[in-house]
């Protein structure tokens, strides 16, 4: 599985930004896809989730909550992450990744289950 992020930029506090996703490969061999950033200096975090099978399983980080949404089109195989409200601390280099487990609650955010990572998108969010 081969995973190709896209959308990152430079946008002010308060707005908007579209992240995207696209796969390549095998579908049956992911079932969640993850998002994850890591700012300079910190580890990389999960962000949000959402399962490629399973209508309406998503997953967000209290951070981000109500904030982002994460969505899919399956037919064209692409992930999207919708970020309103952006705010400095969003700043960071997002990640898409693929795993092949139907990911839960206590597990969507865990970087080791994930196998497949795209090349990141910088997201930098400043006046």
């Known amino acids: 599985v081969q995973l190709q992020a896209s959308g990152g930029g430079l946008v002010q506090p308060g707005g908007s930004l579209r992240l995207s996703c696209r796969t390549s490969g095998r579908n049956s061999d992911y079932t969640t896809i993850g998002w994850f950033r890591q700012a300079p200096g910190n580890e990389r975090e999960g962000v949000s989730a959402?399962?490629?099978?399973?209508?309406?399983?998503?997953f967000y980080s209290r951070s981000v909550k109500d904030r982002f949404t994460v969505s899919k089109d399956r037919a064209e195989n692409t992930f999207y992450l919708q970020m309103n409200n952006l705010r400095a601390e969003d700043t960071a280099v997002y990640y898409c990744?693929?795993?092949?487990?139907?990911?839960?609650?206590?597990?969507?955010?865990?970087?080791?289950?994930?196998?497949?990572w795209g090349q990141g998108t910088l997201v930098t969010v400043s006046s």
């Open positions: 959402i399962s490629a099978v399973y209508r309406g399983r998503t």
């Open positions: 990744a693929a795993s092949r487990y139907s990911l839960i609650t206590s597990t969507w955010s865990q970087r080791t289950q994930y196998e497949y």
